[in-house]
């Protein structure tokens, strides 16, 4: 493509969304990114952090950075095959087998990651991947890299994923069977049906695989995950987490046999070929690790925050949708509509980013609000006037 007909085409693209109400700026945070945080120069209280514990801001974690910092170095140095294996990161992934009652952990540079590597050091143009259709971005790119025949199930349907499992192992033509899905979906908040899937897979002699992204620190004893929800400990094969949400700081990592991180260690392409995390975000995140090890308060608060939310926002009339979690989708439906709720929200003093197509699909455009453990009741309260204020001004409810 000549840089004519790149400009042409970047050009016509970026003006339809423009046309369409979808063309975004990224949003500037001046300081933590907390409850309330300076967006874009206006003080707002913020809805729109995957912060869910407010260990991003915990004067513990940022200590333990700046200690990691200053016995490490600023970085790695190298992949962690060749030099940059610290003993730091190996603490980190100890702690984290610890909590999650799992045989070892491998730590990654993001979620994104762990599944980009994962579902390709497993899977191959030989197997069938079995998909919830709402699953997260990374696994779809995951499944896709992989090679593997991906056989999509209508969502958390459980009785779909077992017509499509079931024509997948009488079609002799797979080696291999994966059930892969979120514990939490990220746009939705519902929780996946877990205990059902465990007897599907045994069923139809299937292995699963599970990205807790947005349950990690949010479900479980201490934050521990659906695993922990549903009390299934050894009965998943694959459990990513992600360190960015609930921990609060960067990184992703897979749970689950000793076999299966040695494996990972040799063929996860991101681990092999990109320099591992920081030391000061593996002392940050070790700290977070020991927190939720040591305490239930921060979850406890998370959840009494929650189901505060929840309730205030049905009562004023609110469309939540089928949350189950702190995430909180307002569903409007329209997606240009659902910008300008955004934009009006802002104005009003609440930051609650504006979702649509093609993170969700068309028609159920949202503004997806995700409560904290930081928040108070005064600031939700505050929320939800502001929601009033704004849904009667554009007539949205």
Same mark, same amino acid.
């Given at each position: 493509?000549s840089y004519?007909?790149l400009? =042409?085409f970047?050009?016509k693209?970026?003006n339809?969304l423009?046309?369409?109400?979808?063309y975004?700026?990224?949003?500037?945070?001046?300081? #933590?990114?907390?409850p309330?945080a300076?967006v874009?120069?206006?003080?707002?209280?913020?809805?729109s952090?995957?912060?869910y514990?407010?260990?991003a801001?915990?004067p513990?974690?940022?200590e333990a950075?700046?200690?990691?910092?200053?016995k490490?170095g600023?970085?790695?140095g190298?992949?962690?095959t060749?030099?940059g294996?610290?003993?730091?990161h190996e603490?980190?992934e100890?702690?984290l087998?610890?909590?999650k009652k799992?045989?070892?952990?491998?730590?990654?540079q $993001?979620?994104?990651?762990c599944?980009?590597?994962?579902?390709?050091?497993?899977?191959?143009k030989e197997d069938a991947i079995?998909?919830?259709?709402?699953?997260?971005?990374?696994?779809?790119?995951?499944c @896709?890299?992989?090679g593997?025949?991906?056989?999509?199930?209508?969502?958390?349907n459980m009785?779909?994923?077992?017509?499509?499992?079931?024509?997948? @192992?009488?079609?002799?033509?797979y080696?291999?069977?994966?059930?892969?899905f979120d514990?939490?979906?990220?746009?939705d908040?519902?929780?996946?049906?877990?205990?059902?899937?465990?007897?599907i897979?045994?069923?139809?002699e299937a292995f699963?695989?599970i990205?807790?992204?947005?349950?990690?620190?949010?479900?479980?004893k201490?934050?521990?995950?659906t695993v922990?929800?549903?009390?299934l400990?050894?009965r998943?094969?694959?459990q990513?987490?992600?360190?960015?949400?609930?921990?609060?700081?960067?990184?992703?990592?897979?749970?689950?046999?000793k076999e299966?991180?040695?494996w990972?260690k040799?063929?996860g392409?991101?681990f092999?070929?990109?320099?591992?995390?920081? #030391?000061?975000?593996a002392?940050?995140c070790?700290?977070?690790v020991?927190?939720l090890?040591e $305490?239930?308060?921060?979850?406890?608060?998370?959840?009494?925050?929650? @189901?505060?939310f929840?309730s205030r926002m049905?009562?004023a009339?609110?469309?939540i949708?089928?949350? =189950?979690? #702190?995430?909180?989708p307002?569903?409007?439906?329209n997606?240009?509509?659902?910008?300008?709720? $955004?934009?009006?929200?802002?104005?009003?003093?609440?930051f609650?980013?504006?979702?649509a197509?093609?993170?969700?699909p068309?028609?159920?455009?949202?503004?997806?609000?995700?409560v904290?453990?930081a928040?108070?009741?005064?600031?939700?309260d =505050?929320?939800?006037?502001i929601?009033e204020?704004v849904?009667?001004?554009?007539?949205?409810l």
């Open positions: 493509m004519n007909a400009h =042409e970047l050009s693209n970026l339809e423009k046309e369409k109400g979808l975004r700026k990224l949003p500037v945070v001046t300081g #933590p990114t907390g309330r300076i874009n120069g206006r003080e707002v209280i913020n809805l952090s995957n912060n514990l407010g260990l801001n915990d513990r974690l940022v950075a700046i200690k990691a910092t200053e490490y600023a970085g790695a190298a992949v962690r060749i030099v294996t610290l003993d730091i603490e980190l100890q702690k087998a610890t909590f799992a045989e070892a952990v491998i730590v990654f $993001s979620g994104f990651n599944n980009m590597g994962t579902v390709g050091a497993l899977m191959t079995l998909s919830d259709e709402l699953n997260h971005a990374s696994i779809i790119d995951g @896709r890299l992989s593997a025949k991906v056989l999509r199930y209508k969502h958390n009785d779909d994923l077992r017509r499509v499992i079931k024509e997948a @192992r009488d079609s002799g033509l080696k291999k069977l994966m059930i892969i514990g939490v979906f990220s746009m908040g519902d929780i996946v049906n877990l205990p059902e899937i465990v007897k897979a045994d069923e139809y699963t695989y990205d807790d992204a947005h349950a990690s620190g949010v479900l479980g201490g934050g521990r995950g922990s929800h549903f009390d400990y050894g998943v094969d694959c990513i987490g992600t360190l960015s949400k609930g921990i609060g700081v960067i990184g992703g990592y897979v749970a689950g046999t299966l991180i040695d990972l040799l063929r392409r991101p092999l070929f990109s320099t591992a995390i920081t #030391p000061g975000a002392g940050a070790i700290k977070a020991e927190i090890s $305490s239930t308060e921060l979850v406890d608060k998370l959840w009494d925050n929650t @189901r505060y929840k049905k009562e009339g609110f469309d949708g089928r949350s =189950e979690t #702190p995430i909180t307002v569903i409007i439906g997606e240009a509509k659902a910008m300008q709720f $955004s934009d009006e929200l802002y104005k009003e003093g609440l609650v980013s504006g979702i197509f093609p993170t969700v068309r028609g159920t455009a949202r503004v997806r609000n995700i904290t453990a928040h108070t009741k005064d600031m939700l =505050e929320a939800v006037h929601y204020k849904a009667k001004k554009l007539n949205v």
